[in-house]
């Protein structure tokens, strides 16, 4: 089993969107990339912590790979916001690939690359860190689509995410080659 850890705003959306691809096993909602161990949801919302909210992944890589879930990935962000993601300001909620080894920088480093070049965006605000501890979120945040869809659609309607995916995602994927791989 793969496995990849992704930041990109609210891991509620992120968790939904992933879980529905073929050859993911689990996606699990967290915080990563700070400086405290074992963070709160309310300790990493007040952005004082550095943590970015975050999913791991675990997937099969003979059914899907990681350049197909970055794809994915770039396609459900807004690359372009440097303070955020859609209505979620804040530092938790920067978007980040944290590869786990050198194969994965290499892949990511390639699709950010293309992705500039296409000048689709003035600039793109992703970054490409190291992976760092992983620590699993409440359980309340974990398959909140599920245990909450009313307040979770609600949400992802307002929060600008679906617009933008609308508007930019098959640009995105056709741009990095979804069926290229």
Not at 95 to 107: D, R
Not at 119 to 125: A, L, Q, S, V
Not at 153 to 175: A, C, E
Request: net charge neutral; aromatic share 14%.
């Amino acid at each position: 089993m793969e496995k990849a850890i992704l930041a990109g705003g609210c891991f509620w959306c992120m968790q939904e969107h992933f879980e529905k691809i073929k050859g993911v096993q689990k996606v699990v909602c967290g915080y990563t990339g700070g400086k405290i161990s074992n963070p709160t949801y309310e300790e990493v919302k007040s952005g004082k912590t550095g943590h970015y909210e975050a999913i791991f992944i675990e997937f099969d890589e003979e059914i899907v790979n990681y350049k197909r879930l970055l794809i994915e990935y770039l396609s459900i962000i807004d690359p372009s916001d440097s303070t955020g993601q859609f209505i979620d300001k804040g530092s938790q909620y920067r978007s980040a690939i944290f590869y786990l080894n050198q194969k994965q920088k290499e892949i990511a480093e390639d699709l950010l690359k293309n992705l500039e070049d296409s000048k689709i965006f003035d600039e793109i605000y992703v970054k490409l860190l190291p992976k760092n501890d992983f620590y699993k979120a409440e359980g309340y945040h974990q398959k909140y689509y599920i245990s909450c869809p009313l307040e979770y659609m609600q949400y992802k309607n307002y929060s600008g995410r679906i617009h933008f995916i609308k508007k930019y995602g098959k640009k995105i994927k056709k741009l990095l080659g979804e069926n290229n791989d």
